[in-house]
């Protein structure tokens, strides 16, 4: 479960915030003062911290960049009043990651730490292998094997695999597909993505078709419009008949 850490003075936006992410299944603290986070986030360890920039005793921006000092692969969502171009700058150069002015939208909040949360879990995920029916991906040493046979996967495929399986059997947007396996700055076309599936689909299924007998592969299903969906095989029972 993602640890969260909402630093606001304002008692209702702070309980809307704890309350809002809580039901989205996060693990949320809650700081009044930029000191109390900095306490906070020197005995815990956070995923992603919403930090608002005007705090009673410490400036936010000094909060972010003190709290990027002490955990550098934490993510800090900037909730800002400030509508000023230079305040953005200057909260961007102190290290937060991204930025929302207020009023904002609970969706749209929402939306936002989904998807800050979902990017850091891609490249924990590059340490992880992944196993099902006879596919089995191994992002740290780059290797996808069908049964005990290595597959030649190109970067672009493989990355795309290594997603998809990140979240296997749910549902993958064509947006996060491209944020993540190219990036959020990529203007082509997303029909390279069709591509790549149908290469990824074809190398996979020549892979398990050259066994005897053929291996299981998990099949990769279109949403039409929508995105993409690694299947999960389910196994049969254990001890089962
Ligand atoms: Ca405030």
Redesign the pocket.
């Known amino acids: 479960m993602a640890e969260l850490l909402v630093v ?3 008692e209702k ?1 702070g309980q809307l915030l704890v309350s809002a992410l809580g039901a989205n299944g996060y693990s949320v603290s809650w700081c009044q003062d930029g000191a109390g986070a900095l306490a906070v986030a020197r005995t815990g360890s956070f995923d992603l911290v919403l930090l ?5 005793d410490v400036d ?1 921006i000094e909060v972010c960049r003190m709290l990027k000092r002490q955990q550098p692969q934490c993510i800090v969502v900037v909730l800002t ?1 400030r509508r000023d171009e230079m305040d953005v700058i200057e909260g961007l150069e102190s290290g937060a990651d991204d930025y929302l002015t207020k009023p904002f939208r609970m969706t749209e909040l929402l939306a936002r730490v989904r998807a800050h949360l979902r990017r850091a879990s891609v490249g924990e995920f590059v340490s992880e292998a992944f196993t099902n029916g006879e596919l089995t991906l191994d992002p740290a040493a780059r290797r996808c094997l069908v049964r005990d046979r290595e597959v030649a996967l190109r970067p672009k495929e493989f990355d795309l695999l290594a997603r998809l399986a990140s979240e296997a059997g749910r549902a993958v947007t064509r947006e996060a597909l491209m944020d993540d396996v190219w990036d959020r700055n990529w203007f082509g076309s997303t029909k390279t993505l069709d591509v790549h599936i149908a290469a990824l689909r074809h190398r996979l299924a020549e892979a398990a078709e050259s066994l005897e007998p053929p291996a299981r592969v998990p099949v990769i299903t279109t949403l039409r419009s929508h995105g993409y969906r690694l299947e999960i095989e389910v196994e049969p029972p254990v001890g089962g008949q």
């Open positions: 606001e003075d304002e936006i608002d920039l005007g705090l009673p936010g009043a």
